[in-house]
Every structure is written in structure tokens, then in C-alpha cells.
């Protein structure tokens, strides 16, 4: 049996960094993009279709538009930035992209499906199979989509890529992946062993870092808020 505080904590870091999950977003030279052209079938997509990249402990989600076309949400700190569309409309980095997690703004935006994947496996119209929810009519999801192309707010928990392919494919922005993660996080709550490892945690900040108010508050009301939620 997995255990769930090393579970949450591998998912929340991996979510937090996205770095190995999204090397994609780093530009590349334009012989590397007809290389990645050549590995997808791109007629095997069908407008509306939900495109999922599965990756260690997460998937990213986008809607399928044609013409080589993926609509998805992505974080940016750029958006907050500026608002010169030749630097947002770049392949977003791993700077912009962990930072705009941070700062909790991003866009629905468009990119190829080259982009969106960068060379990993696409699962096409999984959610339908996990979730065995009913999809909306195609054209209908990927009218929804285009619809929600802009700026958003952005929250791991509340408003992700997973939200919004979710809306547009059966009409209700659901999360596993994110209901998944909260359960973990309340199933550490519960474990008082969590009391005991925050106190002990807090007795070694204070003992490393003397006794000051931002070692000594969160050392007692850590340990006292786990053991009444517990």
C-alpha cells in the first residue's frame, strides 16, 4: 500500500515544478518541429476529441480544434507582464510556466499538437472510459473550447487544465487528479504521526534558529491546528 503523505507531497513538488513534466515548452529549432511532425498522426484526431499526456504522477489535458490545433490551459507569469501578444504567443518556458503557477494567472491558448505532447504518447478520449461520463456532441466540446480562449485565472486545486477539458468535454469542470490529492492531504491530516513530525520539526527550527516569533508560533499552532483537525 502506497503511502499517502509521500504520495502528496511527490505530487504537490511535481505539480509545483512541472520541470520534467513540460520540456516541451522550451523553444526549439524548426528541423526538431518537422521531426516531432512526423511522429503523430495527426488524422487520427477528430475536432472536439480530448488529448491527454500522461506523465509520472500527473496528465496534462487539451481539446483536439483540427487543422493540428490543441486547446489547452496553460500558467504563464508573462501574461501578468505585459500584453505584447509577440512574446505571449511564444512556446511558454519553464520559467514563465512555474511562475505563472505561482502567480496563479494563465490563458486557454492554442499550440500544435507537437507542442502540447513534445514526443510523449497522446491517449485520445480517456477521461470518457475513467470518469464513464457521457461526452457532449464533438463539435459542441470544441465550440466550448474555443469560447474560454483567453486569460484565467489559474489554481492547482480549483481551476487546471483538468477543469477545463472536463467543462468542455461533459459540461462540468471535475478534477481527479486534484480530488485525488486533497484526499491524501486530508488522510495526513488525520494520521497524528503528522502532529508529532511538525513538532518535532518545530522544536529543531527553534533549536537552529533561537528563539524568535516566526520559529516559535508556527512550532506550537502547526502541531495544535494538525491535532484538532486530526
Not at 528541423?31 to 498522426?41: G, L, P, T
Request: proline fraction near 3%; charged fraction near 20%.
Amino acid at each position: 500500500m502506497k503511502n499517502p503523505m509521500l504520495e502528496a507531497m511527490s505530487l504537490l513538488l511535481e505539480k509545483l515544478l512541472l520541470i520534467s513534466n513540460f520540456k516541451l515548452f522550451s523553444s526549439g529549432a524548426q528541423s526538431e518541429n518537422k521531426a516531432r511532425n512526423s511522429f503523430y498522426e495527426i488524422s487520427r484526431f477528430l475536432r472536439g476529441d480530448v488529448l491527454e499526456v500522461p506523465r509520472t504522477h500527473l496528465t496534462h489535458y487539451g481539446i483536439y480544434l483540427g487543422d493540428n490545433r490543441v486547446a489547452h490551459m496553460m500558467p504563464d507569469i508573462l501574461l501578468a507582464l505585459t500584453d505584447d501578444k509577440r512574446l505571449t504567443q511564444k512556446v511558454v518556458s519553464n520559467k514563465r510556466l512555474i511562475l505563472g503557477v505561482i502567480g496563479r494567472g494563465a490563458r486557454v491558448r492554442v499550440d500544435t499538437v507537437e507542442d502540447f505532447a513534445y514526443g510523449a504518447d497522446i491517449l485520445v478520449n480517456h477521461l470518457d472510459k475513467s470518469l464513464k461520463r457521457k461526452a457532449l456532441l464533438n463539435e459542441e466540446v470544441a465550440q466550448r473550447a474555443e469560447k474560454l480562449l483567453g486569460l484565467t485565472s489559474y489554481s492547482l486545486l480549483w481551476n487546471n487544465c483538468e477543469h477545463f477539458v472536463t467543462y468542455c468535454r461533459f459540461g462540468t469542470p471535475i478534477s481527479p487528479q486534484a480530488d485525488k490529492f486533497c484526499e491524501n492531504v486530508k488522510i495526513i491530516i488525520r494520521d497524528q504521526r503528522s502532529v508529532l513530525a511538525s513538532a518535532i520539526l518545530g522544536l529543531a527550527s527553534i533549536v537552529c534558529l533561537g528563539l524568535a516569533s516566526y520559529t516559535t508560533l508556527p512550532a506550537i499552532f502547526i502541531p495544535f491546528f494538525l491535532w484538532m483537525a486530526g
